[in-house]
C-alpha cells in the first residue's frame, strides 16, 4: 500500500518534495562521510533524528519532555550525539500515519520504530532502509547477541532480508498461558474446595463448577452475579489472552488465530479445526446454563472489570500480568480480595501453549543515515550498559529516579524491549530467592524487579498498599505459576507458523476475521445449530479466501 | 368535526413534541453522563456505576487538572489558535466575499475567481499532497499548519457574498454620493450593517478550529505542542489494543492509571467549557444569520 502512496505520489509531478528531503535526514550530519570515526569521543557531535513512540501517560518529571529527558541526555552525552524527534505520535495508528506521513513525503528519519514485518519489508523493497549486519556484527555487544541468541535464531531470522540485517527487533518471549484468576477470598467464605490435589491446574469442568458455586453463593450479594464473562472477540492471538476463552480452546488442542502444522505437514488455520467447533461446544454449554450471561455479544473490557470489581464475577482469564492494571481495581474497591491462578489442563493433565513470535517490533535505520553504527551503540547502551553497569546508573543519577519512579519505558530512543527469551522466569527465580531469604535484593538484576521486591516488602510489613498487592499476585502467583508449569514440565508448547502478510490477506484477512468473530458469537449464543453454523463458517471461510491464504501461506514457508 | 380535526393536530403537535424532546435527550444525556463522572470517585466510575447523577462526589480529577502542566500547554495553543485563526479568517472572507459582489462592470474575472472557489470547495489535494505542502512550508510544528489550511472557509465567503446581495444598494449609493471610497464603504456601511452575518461566520470559525483534532495529530509532531482536543484524543486509550500488542507489563500499568475514565472525563468538561460559554452570546445572530443570507430580493 505504502509503495502504492510513494509511487503515486512520484507520478503527480510532486518529486521535487523527494529532492527537497534529500537536505533534511541528519539535520547537521552533512559532511561526515569521511569520518566514519566510530569512537564517539574522536568524532564530532552527529545528529540523529528518531521517529518516537509516545503514550498518554509518561510520568515525566516536570519540566522534561521526550525530546529532552533523562534517557535522551545520556544517551546524548556517553554517544556524543545530538537527538532530535522528527516525529512524535502516540503507540498505534497515529503513529503508523506519521511513519505513512513520512514515506508519502519520501524522507524517513535516521532511525525509527514500525509496528510490524510488513513495513520493513516494505522500506527494504523501496531500497529506504540501511543494510545492518556488518553494523551488528561489529559493534553489537556479547550480551545483546546473547539475548538474541536465547530465541534459537528466530529473533534475527525475522529481520533478514536475503540474507542481510535490515532491522534490529524488538523481542517478544512467551508470555505463558492465559491462567484462570479465581477470587480466593470467596472460596475460604464458602468453604469450597479448589484444586484439591493441589497441582495448581484446574480442568474446564472444576472451573465451571466453581463459578457456578459462586453465582449461587454471591458473596457480595450483587444484583446479577454472573459466573464468568469474555469479550465479545471471544479469542485472541496472544497465548495469555485476557478475557478470551483461549484457556478453555487451548485445552481441547484448538489454538484459535493460530497456523501450524499437523503431524503430517498439512497447514492448518486452528480456528477451523474440529477441536475449535468443540470448545465453542463448551462455551455454548455454559451459556445454556447461565453461567455465561445472555450479554456475552456485548462485552467490553471495561464491563468485564465492572463485573468484577462490583462483586459479580469471580472468575476471570487472563495473563500473568492484569493484576497489575485490571485487578488492581478490584482491591482498590475492596480491601478484601484476593486471586489465586490456576492453569487449565487438557485431558492429559498437561498445559498446552503456543510459542510467541519472538520479535514484535522493529527499529529501523535510514539508508541515508551517516552513522549506522549508532543505532546498535544505542541498543548497547540500553539494553546491555542500563541493565548490567552499576557505575553507568551512578553517573546518571537521573535515570536511576526514572526507573524508580516509572517513567514509561516510551523514554528512551527506542521504545522496544530486548530481552532474553525466558527473562521473566530468570529475573522471578532471583526475586523469589530475596522474598524468602536464599538470596539477597541486591543479586536481583533489574531496578524494576527490585522496585517489585520494595513494594512486596512494604505490603507484607502491613502498609496494604495496592503496588505491593498488584506485585504480590503478578510476581508470587502469577510468573510463580508460569515457572511451576515450566520447572515441572507441565507445558505442551505448539510452535505455530507467524506469516508474513500475503497477497490475499492484504484484502480478504479484515473479512474473514469478522466472519470468524460474528459466527462464534452465533454459535455460542445458540443462535444457530453448532454443527451446522460450524460447518457453514468453515465453508464460508474457506471460500472468501482462507484456502488461497493458506497456499499462500505454504508457499511462503517452501520458500524460507 | 372541528373538535376531531383539533383533538387530532393536538395529537400530533404533542407526538412531534415527544419526538423532539427524546431527540434533544439522547443528545444531552451523554454530556450530563460526562459531567456526572467528572465528579465521581474513581472507584464508582471503574464499577459502571454513575449514571446521571455523580456517586460520591468528589473534586480530585478537577484537582489533578490543576496540576496537569500538558493539559494548560495544550489549552493556552488552542486558545491562540482560535483567536488567530478568527482574526485571519475575518480579514480574508469580508473583503473576498464583498468584492466578489460587485458587478462584472466593477470586477472583471469576478466569474473566473468564483469558479476557483467553487472548484477549490469541490476538489482538494488529499491528506497527504496537503501534509507535503505544508511540510515544504516549513509549517510543520508550528500553530500557522493549524491555521493557514483553513484560513478561507469558501463556505463562509459564500454565506457572506449572500448576505451582501440582501443589503439595498441605496445604501452604498448613498455612501458613493457623499464620497466614501470602496474601502470606507465596505468598512463604515457594510460591515456594520452585516453584524449578525459576520458573527455567524465567526461563530464556525471559532467551533472549527477549536474542535479540530485531526489537524494536530498530522501537523504537530511534538507531543508537548498538541492543540487542546488533540491531546485530549490521545488520552482515550484502548487497553485491548495496547495488550494485544507488544506493549509492556510497565506501559500497561501506567496507562491503566490514566485510564481512570473520571479524569479524562473532566478534562473533557474543562475542554468544552469555553464554547459552552460564548455558545449562548452567539446563537442568535447564528439562527438570525444564516436565515437573513438566504433570502434575496
Known sequence: MRKKILRSVLSTGLACSVAFSLVACGGAATDTDSQSVSDPDEREKVSIALGRQTTANPKFPEGDNYEDNAYIRMAEEELNIDITDAFEAESGDDYNRQVSLALSAGEIPDMMKVASKDEVKELYENDLIMDLTKYYDEYASDYVKELYDSFEGRALENVTFDGMMMAIPATASDPGTSMCWIRQDWVDGLGLEVDGDGDRCLTVDEVREIAKAFMTANPENAENPVGMAFDISLTSQGSDGTNSINAIAYSVGAYPRHWYTDESGQLIYGSTTEQMKEALSIVRGLFEEGIVDEQLGTRTWDDITSLLTNGQTGVVFGSWHIADWLLNNVYTLNNNAVFTPYAVVNSEGKVNCTHSNSTGEFVVVSKKCKHPELAIMILNLFYDDMVNSDELLEKYPEVNDYLNTGVDGTARPFNIEVKSNTYLLDEYSKLKAALNGTGTKEEIPTVEEKSNYDAITAYNNGTGDVTGWCKIHSRTKGVDLLSYLTDKGLYNWVTPIYPETTNTMETNWANLQTLEEESFIKIVTGAVDIDEGFDTFVKDWKAQGGDTIASEITEQVTNN | ?297
Open chain 2, 1 to 297: 368535526m372541528i373538535d376531531n380535526k383539533s383533538l387530532g393536530s393536538r395529537v400530533r403537535l404533542s407526538v412531534i413534541y415527544l419526538l423532539v424532546i427524546i431527540l434533544g435527550l439522547l443528545c444531552l444525556m451523554p454530556l450530563i453522563n460526562i459531567v456526572a463522572i467528572s465528579f465521581s470517585g474513581s472507584a464508582a466510575v471503574t464499577a459502571n456505576r454513575v449514571g446521571l447523577v455523580p456517586v460520591d462526589f468528589t473534586l480530585m480529577a478537577y484537582e489533578r487538572i490543576l496540576e496537569d502542566g500538558q493539559f494548560w500547554r495544550s489549552f493556552a495553543i488552542s486558545v491562540a489558535r482560535v483567536l488567530i485563526a478568527l482574526i485571519i479568517n475575518l480579514l480574508l472572507v469580508i473583503p473576498m466575499a464583498y468584492a466578489m459582489t460587485r458587478t462584472k462592470d466593477e470586477f472583471r474575472f469576478r466569474d473566473i475567481y468564483m469558479n476557483l472557489l467553487i472548484f477549490a470547495m469541490l476538489f482538494n489535494g488529499g491528506m497527504i499532497p496537503t501534509y507535503i505542502v505544508v511540510k515544504n512550508l516549513h509549517l510543520l510544528n508550528t500553530i500557522w499548519a493549524l491555521i493557514l489550511p483553513g484560513a478561507v472557509p469558501i463556505f463562509s465567503v459564500i454565506l457572506m457574498m449572500n448576505f451582501f446581495r440582501g443589503l439595498p444598494a441605496a445604501l452604498e449609493e448613498a455612501a458613493y454620493i457623499d464620497g466614501a471610497s470602496p474601502l470606507q464603504v465596505l468598512l463604515k456601511v457594510v460591515v456594520p450593517c452585516s453584524k449578525p452575518s459576520i458573527a455567524t461566520i465567526a461563530l464556525f470559525s471559532i467551533v472549527g478550529s477549536w474542535n479540530d483534532f485531526f489537524g494536530g495529530l498530522i501537523y504537530i509532531q511534538k507531543v508537548e505542542k498538541y492543540p487542546i482536543m488533540t491531546y485530549i484524543q490521545s488520552l482515550s486509550i484502548n487497553l485491548q489494543e495496547l495488550v494485544n500488542g507488544a506493549a509492556n507489563s510497565s506501559t500497561l500499568q501506567n496507562v491503566s492509571e490514566l485510564s481512570n475514565r473520571n479524569l479524562n472525563a473532566a478534562k473533557i468538561v474543562v475542554a468544552v467549557m469555553p464554547l459552552l460559554m460564548i455558545y449562548p452570546f452567539l446563537q442568535r445572530y447564528l439562527i438570525g444569520g444564516m436565515v437573513m443570507g438566504a433570502v434575496k430580493e
